[in-house]
Structure formats: structure tokens, C-alpha cells
């Protein structure tokens, strides 16, 4: 038994060294493969630069975006000053033309302001936001009256690209709000005809395309009228909060139905929603000159409901 063992034990040991011989051996003889050198390269010049890449901020990347005057991609980051509202929100109004106190070096004078627009200016300058001290302010509202920039409208102000760059604090625009209502004229009306570049102010406007609007940047204000009132008005008499309100009319309107130039598409697309019982939309075709020539098969009925 024990001679078994030790044939068995001679017998595994000449194994393990025949194959340690010989394993050895083919290992050695392998012939290792060199190493490439032309391995591809994922990684160009522009990704070694790395000191670049951190000055090259956001904010300095988007402000190379600006090509001459061109301020359609204007945002807050790159055509607003934020270090001025650090401190607190406060609004300065430009000093009127009766005013001897001007921020004017040789300013053209004045014309005078819409009744809207001195609503408009009053109830900022009786708001807890006004400041009279330019220094202090956040945004910057121009005495010069921009509501209706319809040349054949008597509220139209003349000039206004003279009198902004002579303002000391104009800054090209730069945290001025600009209030505009009506822009272009007949017949085409385009939005972007304000008479003036504004620069890189924002645009507080009614009847802003999608095209035209930047978000975030400007901002979109309904239309009202010249005669809307400065403050709320009489005290009301509301003795609950039910939703949806108890009225009679979900929607009101009696106005001009353009049949041609801007604001024809979205006002025609609207007359399905008139059903003369919670919804009535009275519109007339009479705009302009040559509406006549340009009325559609709706018109005469829409203007004799309109009459009525």
C-alpha cells in the first residue's frame, strides 16, 4: 500500500515538471506583438486647450453672438446689467419735458404724452418701486412717449432715435423698458416698425409675434384702451370667491375684424367661437381704405350685427 502511494506520488511529480518544461517553453518562444503607434486619435487640438475652455464662459460665449446692431437674441445674461438690481428693485422714470431737472445734454424737447402713457408713468411713479435717484435704479423708463408708433396716429412722437441717443444714461438700451402698444402703419403694420432701434432694451409690447419675441427677455402686455382707468375704480361688491363666476357672458368682444395686414389671421380664425348666447364676438370689416375692396363673404353680415 505504501509502495502505491510513492509510484503514485513519483508519477504526479514527473507530471508537474513535464509540464512546467514544457508550458515554459512555448511562453518563451510566443513572440510578443511590438505596440502600436498608430493608434487613432479621439481627442483634437481644440480639446487640449484647457485654459480656454475655462475662460471661455457662457456668458462670454453668448455675448459674441451680437453681430453689429442685431439684438434679436438678446437674454437677461447677455444684454441686461444684473449687478444694478443686487441691492433692491427700483424703477426711475426720465423726467418729464416740464421738468428743469433733465437727463438730456442738449435735448429736443418733449412733445406731449398720450393719456395712456401718463397712466402708465403715474402708477409707477406712485408705487413703492419709483426711485428718484438714477444711481439706484434697476430699470429706466423713457419720459418719451412709445405707445403708438403708427406714423398717421396724432400720438405718434417724431425723432425718437435723436432724442434716446442723447439721454446720458441710454447705455444703448441696456435695463431700459420700452412700452409700445401700436407699431407700423397702414395697411401692413409690421411689429418691428417702431421708428427707432431700441437696442437692448426690453420690449414691454401688446401683439408680439413668436418670431419676434425673446424669451425670457422681452415681455408680452395685453392691449387696452386709451381710456382705461388708472386704478381699480369704484370699490366692487364681491361677497364670495365661486369658481367659475356667475355671469352671464364667458367672453365679450366688439371690435375691427382686419381683413387684410397683421392680426387678419388670428382675428378671422376666431368668429366659429360666437354662439350670441355666453360668447359674442361683434366685429366689423370697416379698417382702412380699401377694406371694400378686400371684404370677404362675412363682411356684410358682421358689419350690419355690429350696427345693430
Same mark, same amino acid.
Given at each position: 500500500?505504501?509502495? /502505491?502511494?510513492?509510484? $503514485?506520488?513519483?508519477?504526479?511529480?514527473?507530471?508537474?515538471?513535464?509540464?512546467?518544461?514544457?508550458?515554459?517553453?512555448?511562453?518563451?518562444?510566443?513572440?510578443?506583438?511590438?505596440?502600436?503607434?498608430?493608434?487613432?486619435?479621439? $481627442?483634437?487640438?481644440?480639446?487640449?486647450?484647457?485654459?480656454?475652455?475655462?475662460?471661455?464662459?457662457?456668458?462670454?460665449?453668448?455675448?459674441?453672438?451680437?453681430?453689429? @446692431?442685431?439684438? =434679436?437674441?438678446?437674454r437677461m445674461?447677455?444684454?441686461? @446689467? $444684473?449687478?444694478?438690481?443686487?441691492?433692491?428693485? /427700483?424703477?426711475?422714470?426720465?423726467?418729464?419735458?416740464?421738468?428743469?431737472?433733465?437727463?438730456? @445734454?442738449?435735448?429736443?424737447?418733449?412733445?406731449?404724452?398720450?393719456?395712456?402713457?401718463?397712466?402708465?408713468? &403715474?402708477?409707477?411713479?406712485?408705487?413703492?418701486?419709483?426711485?428718484?435717484?438714477?444711481?439706484?435704479?434697476?430699470?429706466?423708463?423713457?419720459?418719451?412717449?412709445?405707445?403708438?408708433?403708427?406714423?398717421? =396716429?396724432?400720438?405718434?412722437?417724431?425723432?425718437?432715435?435723436?432724442?434716446?441717443?442723447?439721454?446720458?444714461?441710454?447705455?444703448? +438700451?441696456?435695463?431700459?423698458?420700452?412700452?409700445?402698444?401700436?407699431?407700423?402703419?397702414?395697411?401692413?403694420?409690421?411689429?418691428?416698425?417702431?421708428?427707432?432701434?431700441?437696442?437692448?432694451?426690453?420690449?414691454?409690447?401688446?401683439?408680439?409675434?413668436?418670431?419676434?419675441?425673446r424669451p425670457?427677455?422681452?415681455?408680452?402686455?395685453?392691449?387696452?384702451?386709451?381710456?382705461?382707468?388708472?386704478?381699480? +375704480?369704484?370699490?366692487?361688491?364681491?361677497?364670495?370667491?365661486?369658481?367659475?363666476?356667475?355671469?352671464?357672458?364667458? $367672453?365679450?368682444?366688439?371690435?375691427?375684424?382686419y381683413v387684410? +395686414?397683421?392680426?387678419?389671421?388670428?382675428? &378671422?380664425?376666431?368668429?366659429?367661437?360666437?354662439?350670441?348666447?355666453?360668447?359674442?364676438?361683434?366685429?366689423?370689416?370697416?379698417?382702412?381704405?380699401?377694406?371694400?375692396?378686400?371684404?370677404?363673404?362675412?363682411?356684410?353680415?358682421?358689419?350690419?350685427?355690429?350696427?345693430?
Amino acid at each position: 500500500m505504501q509502495a /502505491k502511494k510513492r509510484y $503514485l506520488l513519483v508519477l504526479l511529480s514527473c507530471a508537474f515538471l513535464a509540464y512546467c518544461y514544457f508550458g515554459g517553453y512555448r511562453l518563451k518562444s510566443k513572440t510578443v506583438a511590438p505596440v502600436s503607434h498608430g493608434l487613432p486619435h479621439f $481627442l483634437d487640438v481644440s480639446d487640449q486647450l484647457y485654459d480656454s475652455d475655462v475662460d471661455s464662459s457662457p456668458h462670454i460665449r453668448r455675448m459674441g453672438e451680437f453681430q453689429g @446692431d442685431n439684438y =434679436s437674441k438678446c437674454r437677461m445674461e447677455t444684454c441686461f @446689467d $444684473l449687478e444694478r438690481c443686487r441691492a433692491d428693485f /427700483k424703477v426711475y422714470v426720465y423726467p418729464s419735458a416740464s421738468d428743469s431737472d433733465s437727463e438730456v @445734454d442738449g435735448e429736443l424737447p418733449n412733445p406731449p404724452q398720450s393719456p395712456a402713457y401718463q397712466k402708465l408713468l &403715474n402708477v409707477i411713479i406712485e408705487s413703492r418701486y419709483y426711485t428718484s435717484d438714477p444711481g439706484q435704479a434697476c430699470l429706466f423708463v423713457l419720459a418719451i412717449d412709445t405707445l403708438d408708433r403708427d406714423s398717421l =396716429s396724432p400720438d405718434y412722437v417724431r425723432n425718437v432715435q435723436a432724442r434716446v441717443q442723447r439721454l446720458r444714461l441710454w447705455n444703448n +438700451g441696456r435695463n431700459h423698458v420700452i412700452f409700445n402698444l401700436y407699431s407700423g402703419t397702414w395697411p401692413d403694420y409690421l411689429e418691428e416698425s417702431l421708428g427707432f432701434n431700441p437696442g437692448m432694451a426690453i420690449l414691454a409690447k401688446a401683439s408680439m409675434s413668436v418670431a419676434s419675441f425673446r424669451p425670457g427677455f422681452d415681455i408680452s402686455i395685453p392691449l387696452f384702451h386709451k381710456n382705461h382707468p388708472e386704478k381699480g +375704480g369704484d370699490p366692487g361688491f364681491v361677497s364670495s370667491n365661486n369658481f367659475p363666476a356667475a355671469k352671464k357672458y364667458l $367672453l365679450a368682444f366688439k371690435g375691427k375684424r382686419y381683413v387684410h +395686414g397683421i392680426g387678419s389671421e388670428t382675428r &378671422n380664425s376666431l368668429y366659429h367661437l360666437h354662439n350670441e348666447r355666453d360668447m359674442v364676438l361683434v366685429t366689423t370689416c370697416r379698417h382702412g381704405k380699401s377694406w371694400k375692396d378686400l371684404k370677404d363673404e362675412r363682411c356684410d353680415e358682421d358689419n350690419a350685427e355690429y350696427d345693430r
